[in-house]
């Protein structure tokens, strides 16, 4: 069981917060603390999942790691992963991060830890419409919702898809940020899945429903299919 109090400099929970990845490696091969939380209520593998390192995430998962643990807020491990792929593309870091990312939601999925609302982003992230159509047969609503923990979905609000979650200050940690909780249609805009988007309306999504903060499937469609075609959004 985790547990959490005000970790030293280099506990690794604190090196990987901060990308010091080798250094955690090195303390978490020593025999760290794998379930060790920081004051934001995080676990080293959760930082070595939105920083994109599969060698840490490895090392900690073979050291028995909580991979069921959630932060503060209720973001689980396949949320910080998916959260790691985003951020090394919108951040133009290497396609070796990305590859790395995707290498711990596998994991995650091989384990039987992915519900079939991430299984489907997951997919849809990927291109993979076979993947997401067995999941709508085996019952799966083409209206179903994973929230988007890592902020940089929500369309419309450019300072909010900026900001990282994940990184945030002490300041936020008694006050939750709202997710805009985004249907299976919206996140295919938002991923520029366009002719996926079409394939879920066509199984029956609705393109009506509305996020947390207002905004239809259509606008997310809108706003990504102008910021995919260079338009000022």
Same mark, same amino acid.
């Given at each position: ?121 997951? &997919?849809? =992230?990927?291109? *993979? ?5 067995? #999941?709508?047969?085996? !019952?799966?609503?083409?209206?179903? %919702? ?41 996140? &295919?805009? =938002?991923?520029? *899945? ?5 394939? #879920?309306?066509?199984? !029956?999504?609705?393109?009506?429903? %509305? ?23």
């Amino acid at each position: 069981m985790p547990r959490q109090h005000q970790p030293d400099d280099l506990a690794p929970v604190r090196l990987l917060r901060y990308g010091r990845v080798k250094e955690a490696l090195a303390r978490i091969q020593a025999g760290s603390d794998p379930n060790e939380v920081d004051e934001d209520f995080h676990t080293p593998i959760l930082y070595a999942a939105v920083q994109g390192s599969w060698a840490a995430f490895e090392a900690l998962a073979g050291r028995g790691a909580d991979l069921t643990w959630r932060g503060r807020d209720g973001e689980s491990l396949f949320d910080y992963a998916f959260a790691g792929m985003a951020r090394a593309n919108w951040r133009n870091w290497s396609q070796r991060q990305i590859r790395e990312c995707r290498k711990m939601i596998e994991f995650l999925a091989e384990r039987g830890l992915l519900t079939p609302a991430q299984q489907a982003v997951t &997919a849809l =992230a990927r291109n *993979r419409w076979k993947e997401v159509k067995a #999941l709508l047969q085996a !019952g799966l609503s083409p209206d179903a %919702t994973q929230p988007d923990w890592h902020c940089e979905i929500a369309p419309l609000d450019q300072e909010q898809r900026i900001a990282s979650t994940f990184l945030r200050s002490k300041a936020h940690k008694n006050s939750p940020t709202p997710r805009s909780n985004p249907t299976l249609l919206m996140w &295919a805009a =938002a991923l520029s *899945r366009f002719d996926l988007y079409q394939s #879920l309306v066509a199984c !029956g999504a609705d393109e009506s429903r %509305t996020d947390a903060f207002g905004h239809t499937a259509k606008d997310y469609l809108d706003f990504y299919r102008r910021k995919h075609s260079g338009q000022e959004v």
